[in-house]
Nanobody, 119 residues
Framework: QVQPVESGGGLVQAGGSLKLSCAVS????????MGWDRQAPGKERELVVR???????NFADSVKGRFTVSRNYALNNMTLQMDSLKPEDTAVYYC?????????????WGQGTQVTVSS
Protein backbone atom coordinates (compact mmCIF):
# COMPACT_ATOMS: atom_id res chain seq x y z
CA GLN A 1 0.00 0.00 0.00
CA VAL A 2 1.39 3.37 -1.04
CA GLN A 3 0.84 6.14 1.49
CA PRO A 4 1.40 9.82 0.69
CA VAL A 5 1.72 12.05 3.77
CA GLU A 6 1.43 15.82 3.52
CA SER A 7 2.79 18.51 5.81
CA GLY A 8 3.23 22.25 5.83
CA GLY A 9 -0.23 23.72 5.56
CA GLY A 10 -1.36 26.69 7.57
CA LEU A 11 -2.72 30.22 7.61
CA VAL A 12 -1.12 32.99 5.58
CA GLN A 13 -2.11 36.45 4.43
CA ALA A 14 -2.79 37.19 0.79
CA GLY A 15 0.45 37.75 -1.07
CA GLY A 16 2.36 35.47 1.27
CA SER A 17 4.01 32.10 0.73
CA LEU A 18 3.73 28.57 2.02
CA LYS A 19 5.60 25.38 1.26
CA LEU A 20 3.91 22.00 1.32
CA SER A 21 5.78 18.73 1.52
CA CYS A 22 4.79 15.20 0.67
CA ALA A 23 6.55 11.98 1.56
CA VAL A 24 5.48 8.74 -0.09
CA SER A 25 6.10 5.39 1.49
CA UNK A 26 4.84 1.89 0.91
CA UNK A 27 4.95 -1.06 -1.36
CA UNK A 28 5.16 -0.14 -4.99
CA UNK A 29 7.78 -1.20 -7.50
CA UNK A 30 8.19 2.49 -8.24
CA UNK A 31 6.28 5.76 -8.13
CA UNK A 32 5.31 7.10 -11.52
CA UNK A 33 3.31 10.32 -11.47
CA MET A 34 3.22 12.58 -8.39
CA GLY A 35 1.33 15.75 -7.83
CA TRP A 36 -1.06 17.87 -5.81
CA ASP A 37 -4.80 18.32 -5.92
CA ARG A 38 -6.93 20.70 -3.88
CA GLN A 39 -10.51 21.01 -2.82
CA ALA A 40 -12.06 24.28 -1.74
CA PRO A 41 -15.20 24.41 0.39
CA GLY A 42 -18.25 23.65 -1.71
CA LYS A 43 -16.21 22.86 -4.80
CA GLU A 44 -14.97 19.76 -6.55
CA ARG A 45 -11.43 18.56 -6.16
CA GLU A 46 -9.15 19.98 -8.83
CA LEU A 47 -5.68 19.27 -10.12
CA VAL A 48 -2.96 21.69 -9.06
CA VAL A 49 0.10 20.05 -10.59
CA ARG A 50 1.40 16.77 -11.92
CA UNK A 51 5.05 15.73 -12.19
CA UNK A 52 5.74 12.76 -14.42
CA UNK A 53 8.42 10.11 -13.94
CA UNK A 54 10.44 11.91 -16.61
CA UNK A 55 10.15 15.27 -14.87
CA UNK A 56 7.50 16.85 -17.05
CA UNK A 57 5.25 19.19 -15.09
CA ASN A 58 1.69 20.27 -15.73
CA PHE A 59 0.28 23.12 -13.65
CA ALA A 60 -3.28 24.31 -13.49
CA ASP A 61 -3.66 27.66 -15.22
CA SER A 62 -4.81 29.24 -11.96
CA VAL A 63 -1.44 28.64 -10.28
CA LYS A 64 1.02 29.00 -13.16
CA GLY A 65 3.74 31.48 -12.38
CA ARG A 66 2.98 31.41 -8.65
CA PHE A 67 3.53 27.77 -7.64
CA THR A 68 6.65 25.71 -8.20
CA VAL A 69 7.21 22.02 -7.55
CA SER A 70 10.26 19.98 -6.75
CA ARG A 71 10.42 16.21 -6.74
CA ASN A 72 13.09 13.94 -5.30
CA TYR A 73 12.94 10.68 -7.23
CA ALA A 74 15.31 8.76 -4.98
CA LEU A 75 13.41 9.58 -1.80
CA ASN A 76 9.93 9.70 -3.29
CA ASN A 77 9.13 13.07 -1.83
CA MET A 78 7.99 16.36 -3.25
CA THR A 79 7.52 19.98 -2.25
CA LEU A 80 5.08 22.58 -3.51
CA GLN A 81 6.23 26.17 -3.11
CA MET A 82 3.26 28.49 -3.21
CA ASP A 83 3.96 32.19 -3.66
CA SER A 84 1.73 35.22 -4.17
CA LEU A 85 -1.08 33.34 -2.51
CA LYS A 86 -4.65 34.50 -3.03
CA PRO A 87 -7.77 33.92 -0.93
CA GLU A 88 -9.06 31.66 -3.71
CA ASP A 89 -6.12 29.32 -3.07
CA THR A 90 -7.78 28.40 0.23
CA ALA A 91 -8.41 24.67 0.13
CA VAL A 92 -7.39 21.30 1.46
CA TYR A 93 -4.35 20.22 -0.51
CA TYR A 94 -3.85 16.53 -1.24
CA CYS A 95 -0.66 14.82 -2.32
CA UNK A 96 -1.11 12.37 -5.17
CA UNK A 97 1.07 9.42 -6.13
CA UNK A 98 0.69 6.83 -8.85
CA UNK A 99 2.20 3.52 -7.86
CA UNK A 100 3.55 1.03 -10.36
CA UNK A 101 2.78 -2.41 -8.97
CA UNK A 102 4.16 -4.22 -12.05
CA UNK A 103 0.85 -5.95 -12.69
CA UNK A 104 -0.78 -2.55 -12.97
CA UNK A 105 -0.88 0.97 -11.59
CA UNK A 106 -2.95 2.49 -8.80
CA UNK A 107 -3.67 6.03 -7.63
CA UNK A 108 -3.20 7.18 -4.04
CA TRP A 109 -3.95 10.40 -2.17
CA GLY A 110 -2.92 11.55 1.27
CA GLN A 111 -5.23 12.76 4.02
CA GLY A 112 -4.77 16.39 3.01
CA THR A 113 -3.44 19.54 4.63
CA GLN A 114 -5.39 22.76 5.07
CA VAL A 115 -4.18 25.96 3.43
CA THR A 116 -6.03 29.13 4.38
CA VAL A 117 -5.25 32.47 2.75
CA SER A 118 -6.77 35.50 4.44
CA SER A 119 -7.56 38.70 2.58
Amino acid sequence: QVQPVESGGGLVQAGGSLKLSCAVSGGAFRILMMGWDRQAPGKERELVVRVSASGRTNFADSVKGRFTVSRNYALNNMTLQMDSLKPEDTAVYYCYAQGDHVVGTADYWGQGTQVTVSS
